[in-house]
C-alpha cells in the first residue's frame, strides 16, 4: 500500500513501473495516430497530473531502464541529475549504459575504472546529444530527418539524404534500436516520427548549417 511521508504519497515499485508503464503505453498510442494520420484524432483525453518522482522511485526506474542494478555512484548522480522528471531519468540512465563506463556482469553493472567528474551530461539535451554523437554513422541521417520535421516518411528522406538503400535502412534500424524513433510501416513506405519532440530539437540544434539547407532547399554556403 502507498503510505505519506512528510506530505509526499510514497509508491511501491510495482506501482511505480505501472505509473511507467501507463505512460509509455499513452505516448505511443499516440505517436501511432500521429504517424498513421498526420495529427492526432480528436478523441476523448485525460489528464493525468503526475509529481516528479522521489529519489527511491528514480533509483527504482534507473535500475528498471538497465535491467540489472547500478552502481551506487552512478544511481546518486541520476538522482541529483534528474530532479524526477521519468524522461530525463530514462534517458540519462540510457547515455550512461551506452558510455563505456560500466561494465556488465551477473550481479548488475559495474564501473570500469573511476567515475569522471563530468562523465554524466547535467542536461536531458546533453544527455541526448551524447547518445547521438555515440552514434556517429548515422548521426546525419538523425539530422537530416530532423531538418525534415517532427515527422518524415522514407521517399522524402531517401531523396534528401542521397544514401544507397542498404546504408540508409541500417541507419534508420539503428536509430530505431535506440529508441530514438518510432517507424509506422515498411520501405519503401515506412514513416518515421522522433519519439519526443525534444529528440527531434537536439539534432536539428546541434547539425551543421549545410545539413539545414540541404533538407530545406536553401542556397548551400560556402565550404559545404
Known sequence: MAS????KLSLPTSAVLKRRALISSLISRASGFAVANGSVPSIPVTNIALDRLAPAEVETLAEHVAGRPLPPEVTAQIVAKTDGVPLFVEELTKTVLESGLLIERPRGWHLDGP???FAIPATLQDSLAARLDRLAPVKEIAQIGAAIGREFSYPLLRAVAGRDEPALRAALAQLEEAELLFRSGMPPDARYTFKRALVQDTP????????????SRRPTPPGC
Not at 4 to 7: C, D, K, L, P, S
Request: net charge positive; proline share 16%; glycine share 10%.
Open 115 to 117: 567515475l569522471p567528474p
Open 4 to 7: 505519506a511521508a512528510n506530505g
Open 204 to 215: 536539428f540544434a546541434i547539425q551543421p548549417a549545410c545539413l539545414g539547407n540541404r533538407s
